[in-house]
């Protein structure tokens, strides 16, 4: 039986057992009475059984990716995400209509995987990078005397955390622990009629729990209604980037009000120096990663300040001919990344090295996009209040795959 079926029969069971005991209110049931509810009773337990296998099944096929009978699968979801338009969102949700084509088939579809209703629109968390223009903007795009195709975008920080290998778990529902081993037994050499010593394994968890990340802003109508295709890279551009990168600096430092624990807000003070910096120094960090047994994907991830310092440093002071500690893109033998969202502070430049697959970015919601036309400061203008939410959250598997340092000096 289907879930509906299934439900539909306990009721009616209910139903029959209800009756039997208003039918002997005031008075005990009788054998006959007895034997017929516990019989009911019987059953109704065999139907919540089943309901709750079926409800099991039913969440697991709404949340899985489907079998493929055409097509290229994820391929297809990845060249429906190219299609999403955020400014058709924007626009049906000025109009107040239904959405349709690209943007109602993938929000269909990730609210099928998720197994929950977006409160407005999920779009492709990718389509996110900047923050939304205004009525301000809008002379400077709208126009036929514009060239809209040469649009200059701003210089941004560039977003590497993701790219470096972190473990993504998506469609989310509930709060999320994943056990994790602690300690092992301890094996031990013993002499003929001589006892082992007893030796316990211990078991720890890594918890995941919702957070919120989001944007709000105003649009003007004229922006919507007349704009060039233009808008659409604006829209992508600018509201988007800034949620991830909200995301990416989480990732890499974190512990902020309402914000997860990243890499530095996890491992605490430093347990690196490159105050040197100096090859021993680099050396010594990708020892202590290694010794620890983090085997993944190791790269360094610093800003442009330290990336100088390291590309100007000596690995032998006097000795050009040893060469510098960073040469080719690498140090240590591992990649260098460099962005702007790696912090500094008066102490020095930051750098993290280690394992990145060891860093966890649970997803329970993609990127959510609502459109409120009557909010009362944007409606008195005939604007467009728009919102942008996600919710994630981020743990690290093993705190020993990173080392990082805070005493890079620039230049």
Not at 87 to 107: H, T
Not at 153 to 181: D, F, Q, W, Y
């Amino acid at each position: 039986m289907n879930l509906k079926s299934i439900r539909e029969a306990k009721a009616h069971k209910t139903t029959e057992a209800r009756a039997i005991l208003a039918g002997a209110e005031n008075r005990n049931l009788t054998p006959e009475e007895s034997s017929k509810f516990d019989t009911l009773k019987g059953e109704i337990e065999q139907l919540e059984a089943q309901e709750s296998r079926a409800q099991f099944l039913d969440d697991a096929e709404r949340r899985a990716t489907g079998t493929v009978i055409a097509g290229n699968g994820e391929r297809d979801l990845d060249q429906l995400e190219s299609r999403v338009s955020i400014l058709k969102i924007v626009q049906a949700g000025m109009e107040g209509r239904a959405l349709d084509g690209a943007e109602a088939e993938y929000n269909a579809e990730i609210e099928r995987r998720n197994g929950r209703k977006a409160e407005g629109v999920f779009v492709p968390m990718r389509a996110i990078e900047r923050r939304v223009n205004t009525t301000t903007t809008a002379d400077d795009i709208v126009g036929t005397d514009h060239r809209g195709d040469q649009y200059i975008g701003a210089l941004r920080n560039s977003l590497l955390a993701r790219r470096l290998g972190v473990r993504v778990l998506s469609g989310l529902r509930g709060n999320v622990s994943i056990p994790k081993h602690g300690s092992s037994v301890t094996a031990g050499w013993v002499a003929e009629n001589s006892a082992l010593s007893p030796s316990d394994m211990t078991f720890d968890n890594v918890g995941l729990t919702p957070k919120h990340v989001g944007a709000l802003s105003e649009m003007s109508r004229q922006l919507i209604q007349q704009s060039d295709p233009t808008i659409e890279s604006l829209l992508r551009d600018d509201m988007s980037f800034q949620i991830a990168q909200a995301i990416d600096s989480a990732l890499i430092q974190g512990g902020g009000s309402n914000e997860p624990d990243g890499i530095i807000a996890t491992l605490g003070t430093a347990n690196g120096t490159l105050a040197g910096p100096t090859w021993a120094q680099v050396l010594a960090i990708i020892e202590d990663v290694e010794t620890a047994n983090a085997l993944g994907n190791h790269a360094w991830l610093t800003n442009p300040s330290a990336k100088a310092k390291l590309r100007d440093t000596l690995k032998v002071s006097g000795d050009a001919g040893a060469g510098f500690l960073m040469e080719n893109g690498q140090l240590g033998g591992y990649a260098v990344h460099t962005t702007n969202q790696v912090p500094s502070d008066s102490g020095g430049n930051f750098a993290i090295f280690g394992d990145w697959s060891q860093v966890l970015l649970g997803v329970w919601s993609e990127l959510d996009i609502l459109v409120n036309p009557f909010s009362e400061t944007a409606y008195s203008k005939g604007n467009v209040l728009i919102r942008a939410m996600a919710t994630c959250d981020i743990a690290i598997r093993h705190e020993e795959a990173f080392v990082w340092a805070d005493d890079v000096p620039s230049l």
